[in-house]
């Protein structure tokens, strides 16, 4: 994995609001073994908590991020 990816993960995960939440630091775990089945059962779960189809979700971080 790139190296500021890993820099990133390492910042972020040591975050006292992220270092105590087992959610995000599954997240974190999928993002640094590149899981990418648990990482859509993820992806699907929050979907359907919010209510959300997983095109509109990916419509929505697209125009988050201004990716086109």
Same mark, same amino acid.
């Given at each position: ?8 993960? +390492? ?5 006292? +609001? &992220? ?5 995000? *630091? ?7 073994? $590149?899981?990418?089945?648990? $990482?859509?059962? &993820?992806? *699907? ?5 919010? $209510?959300?189809?997983?095109? +509109? ?10 990716? *086109?």
């Amino acid at each position: 994995m790139n190296q500021l990816i890993n820099m990133a993960l +390492d910042m972020i995960s040591h975050r006292p +609001d &992220i270092a105590n939440n087992p959610n995000a *630091q599954e997240m974190i775990n999928v993002i640094r073994t $590149g899981d990418s089945k648990r $990482g859509t059962e &993820i992806a *699907q779960n929050l979907c359907n908590t919010f $209510g959300e189809s997983p095109n +509109d979700a990916i419509i929505r971080a697209k125009r988050f991020f201004n990716i *086109q």
